[in-house]
């Protein structure tokens, strides 16, 4: 230990020192806006570590980004104290094979409809606030409620906030809760079940016990649409359905902060996190998937990302679903 602050005292280099007080005080900043707590003094050491190391890679992205060579800036948020090791840890998208698919459809444009060049769904009352689903790893659950509040939304004009909980805790043949589940896999439980509100089932962030009533049922679903491989379709289902589901590899988004992300180096076939498509545009040239994440309104573009659209970027059309209302 003594020989740690010798160096720090007499090797290291007025500006290098200087530098370590300010990544000090942003570390201060950082614990105090994201509620940042730690057992004891060697986790604090330790995770200031790592998130000195996240600082100088934010560092050099955005001046890559400077000079036109990224698409999109990084900038510290509530995981800039995690390894890439333990952020991917965090996702929890899984594909454990599926019950009996009872009612799905793949998606057909239907004959009259013309797409858009553009949509965002949150100008048509069809998204619900960004939600935050903590340490939990119910992202599917997240993804699951949103597709079905829009096309509820859509169908009724009542835009109300479904219940993730219910399924954490209840829909239990298909997932295994904050421990993970799956996509589509979920709409058969509720066409037999329906949602209750968020307001009558709210999210707790841990698993817990089934306490569905019946009598509180906002909506079910009658069956539902996927299908994959396709971004031609997935515009045309956003662009004509409403907010689509989808599975993605999330292993390079954890310090993403706006524009459109890009990066070569996502697996499209290792899907580990699941979200909500909730429009598509472009901007000074470049086309985007519009994306509603539930890792608090604090991440991104308040709570929301963008994807290069064209490329497949990390699996965006490889799993794909919505439900009918
Ligand atoms: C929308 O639906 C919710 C849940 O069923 C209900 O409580 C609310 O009154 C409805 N709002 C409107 C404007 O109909
Ligand atoms: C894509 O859809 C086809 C046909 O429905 C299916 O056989 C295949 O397993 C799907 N692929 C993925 C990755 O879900
Ligand atoms: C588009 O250009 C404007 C003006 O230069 C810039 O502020 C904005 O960040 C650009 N958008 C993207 C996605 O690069």
């Known amino acids: 230990m003594k020989g740690v602050v010798l160096v720090s005292f007499f090797v290291v280099a007025v500006s290098a020192h200087s530098?370590?007080?300010?990544?000090?005080?942003?570390?201060?900043?950082?614990?105090?806006?994201?509620?940042?707590?730690?057992?004891?003094?060697?986790?604090?050491?330790?995770?200031?570590?790592?998130?000195?190391?996240?600082?100088?890679?934010?560092?050099?992205?955005?001046?890559?980004?400077?000079?036109?060579?990224?698409?999109?800036?990084?900038?510290?948020?509530?995981?800039?104290?995690?390894?890439?090791?333990?952020?991917k840890a965090m996702l929890k998208l899984q594909y454990r094979g599926k019950p009996a698919m009872k009612s799905t459809k793949n998606f057909e444009l239907p004959k009259e409809a013309t797409v858009p060049d553009s949509i965002d769904w949150r100008e048509k009352n069809a998204v619900t606030e960004i939600k935050n689903q903590g340490f939990c790893g119910a992202c599917w659950a997240f993804a699951v409620t949103g597709t079905t509040e829009g096309a509820y939304a859509i169908k009724t004009g009542n835009l109300t906030s479904l219940s993730e909980q219910q399924l954490i805790d209840c829909a239990l043949e298909m997932n295994i809760g904050c421990?993970?589940?799956?996509?589509?896999?979920?709409?058969?439980?509720?066409?037999?079940?329906?949602?209750?509100?968020?307001?009558?089932?709210?999210?707790?962030?841990?698993?817990?016990?089934?306490?569905?009533?019946?009598?509180?049922?906002?909506t079910y679903v009658s069956s539902y649409v996927a299908f994959n491989g396709s971004e031609d379709k997935l515009k045309e289902a956003v662009g004509t359905a409403g907010p689509v589901a989808v599975g993605i590899d999330a292993d390079y988004i954890q310090l993403y902060e706006s524009g459109i992300f890009s990066d070569s180096d996502c697996n499209p076939k290792a899907l580990d996190h699941a979200v909500l498509v909730v429009g598509y545009g472009t901007e000074n040239g470049t086309d985007y998937w519009l994306i509603k994440n539930s890792w608090g309104a604090s991440w991104g573009e308040s709570g929301y990302f963008r994807f290069l659209r064209g490329v497949n970027q990390c699996g965006i059309q490889a799993d794909n679903t919505y439900p009918i209302i």
Do not use: W
């Not at 998130?51 to 060579?69: K, P, V």
């Not at 589509?184 to 009533?213: H, K, M, Q, V, W």
């Open 19 to 87: 530098l370590l007080e300010q990544d000090g005080i942003k570390f201060q900043s950082f614990k105090l806006e994201h509620g940042k707590t730690y057992q004891n003094p060697a986790e604090e050491t330790a995770r200031f570590a790592i998130f000195r190391d996240n600082l100088r890679s934010i560092e050099r992205h955005n001046a890559r980004y400077e000079q036109g060579l990224e698409t999109y800036t990084q900038g510290i948020n509530k995981f800039a104290d995690m390894t890439h090791a333990e952020f």
């Open 179 to 218: 421990q993970g589940g799956q996509l589509e896999e979920n709409f058969p439980y509720i066409e037999e079940y329906g949602l209750e509100s968020e307001a009558d089932y709210p999210f707790e962030g841990t698993d817990g016990t089934c306490r569905y009533d019946s009598t509180k049922v906002v």
